[in-house]
């Protein structure tokens, strides 16, 4: 149990574009799903929470309208990187959890994204 | 300045031979330690979680310590086997906040 699955794996997209990675729960419903980066080597940095039919809270130093979080259902949270630049090449990584924001949450397989 | 020190960062050892790895923190009030492996290119999997009673937790060939006094854990790998290959990293939280404290993980490699 506890499954969080992530899409796409890797995605190459051009400057200017924007792309979508999705965060899925496959066998339970999330509540709460939080979005995270990680550059080489480096922590995981919380990006923003996000908690299921309301607002996100984004960390400070991330930009809202950059990164367009959605959290419509219960197993399913969107994260759009709008007008990607290739400083937003990165690797996203969302987790899960079912009890809110104070129990265990369980991490997708990430997502590579490469702006070109 | 990380909450989370983990040390060392990367190490390299032969199949079949042991290695420890460390983490210092300074979470407080502590809440939990958890010990993630990461292969490249995927999202963290749970090794172990550790609570502020226990000392020691296994997971198969890992075992995990921990000392609250002193705010250190170590994760020890036993008979390592080349999938053992990735990063560690150790993730503490404290009580009453939910963000979780990361440390920059230690790089394994296992050679044949």
């Known amino acids: 149990g506890a499954v969080v699955s992530q899409h796409p794996s890797w995605v190459i997209c051009k400057s200017g574009t924007s792309v979508k990675i999705e965060c899925r729960s496959l066998?339970?419903?999330?509540?709460?799903m939080f979005w995270y980066r990680q550059f080489p080597k480096q922590s995981l940095m919380l990006m923003a929470t996000s908690n299921e039919g309301s607002k996100a809270t984004y960390e400070q130093g991330v930009e809202k309208d950059k990164f367009l979080i959605n959290h419509a259902s219960l197993t399913l949270s969107t994260l759009t990187v709008t007008s990607a630049h290739p400083e937003d090449s990165s690797f996203y990584i969302c987790?899960?959890?079912?009890?809110?924001?104070?129990?265990?949450?369980?991490f997708g397989q990430g997502t590579r994204l490469t702006v070109v | 300045k990380n909450q989370v020190e983990q040390s060392p960062q990367s190490l390299i050892i032969l199949e079949g031979k042991n290695c420890t790895l460390q983490c210092n923190y300074t979470v407080s009030p502590f809440s939990n330690l958890r010990w993630y492996k990461q292969d490249t290119g995927r999202g963290p999997v749970s090794l172990t979680i550790m609570t502020f009673s226990e000392n020691t937790k296994s997971n198969g060939r890992y075992t995990a310590t921990l000392d609250a006094d002193t705010k250190q854990s170590s994760l020890h790998i036993t008979a390592s086997q080349l999938s053992d290959s990735a990063s560690y990293i150790c993730?503490?939280?404290?009580?009453?906040?939910?963000?979780?404290?990361f440390g920059a993980g230690t790089t394994v490699t296992v050679r044949a």
């Open positions: 066998d339970f419903q999330a509540t709460t």
């Open positions: 993730v503490v939280s404290a009580r009453d906040d939910y963000k979780l404290s």
């Open positions: 987790s899960a959890s079912a009890g809110g924001l104070y129990t265990e949450a369980f």
